[in-house]
């Protein structure tokens, strides 16, 4: 790892400055894929949102090319094909029958069962509180 500790007095930690090239890699390493910034971060000895940092600057930044050039070259649109992929699905399920709410109550020996339509699920809730207040 090539980097610079800055000299400071005093038990503070050191704030690390990091050369061109480390930072360079570390955002080539970013690029790869399948390589999350976290991983590539933690393999550098460098904090996940300051490796971010670097990738967001080093995508902002133009390439190396002189600025003159780049400005006379005419800009030409690319044209993207996009792929229609079909997918079979399964044929949708044939709605199952429903089934009724049964609720059993016991309190000592006596036991209760209620068997409420499930199309009228709100009123069995209603029914419910006003039974358990």
């Given at each position: 790892?090539?980097?610079?500790?800055?000299?400071?007095?005093?038990?503070?930690?050191?704030?690390?400055?990091?050369s061109?090239?480390?930072?360079?890699?570390?955002?080539a390493?970013?690029?790869q894929?399948?390589?999350?910034?976290?991983?590539?971060?933690?393999?550098?000895?460098?904090?996940?949102?300051?490796?971010?940092?670097?990738?967001?600057?080093?995508?902002?930044?133009?390439?190396?090319r002189?600025?003159?050039?780049?400005?006379?070259?005419?800009?030409?649109?690319?044209?993207?094909?996009?792929?229609?992929?079909?997918?079979?699905?399964?044929?949708?399920?044939?709605?199952?029958?429903?089934?009724?709410?049964?609720?059993?109550?016991?309190?000592?020996?006596?036991?209760?069962?209620?068997?409420?339509?499930?199309?009228?699920?709100?009123?069995?809730?209603?029914w419910?509180?006003?039974?358990?207040r």
């Amino acid at each position: 790892m090539t980097t610079i500790l800055n000299n400071q007095a005093g038990p503070r930690r050191r704030r690390r400055v990091h050369s061109d090239e480390f930072k360079a890699r570390a955002v080539a390493s970013c690029m790869q894929p399948g390589m999350s910034v976290a991983a590539v971060a933690m393999a550098h000895g460098v904090n996940a949102n300051l490796l971010r940092r670097w990738v967001r600057e080093a995508e902002m930044k133009p390439p190396a090319r002189d600025l003159a050039q780049v400005a006379e070259q005419p800009v030409q649109a690319t044209r993207r094909e996009t792929l229609f992929v079909p997918v079979n699905l399964p044929p949708p399920a044939a709605p199952t029958a429903q089934v009724d709410i049964r609720i059993e109550l016991q309190r000592g020996a006596a036991a209760v069962t209620v068997t409420w339509p499930v199309s009228a699920a709100a009123e069995c809730a209603t029914w419910m509180r006003e039974l358990l207040r």
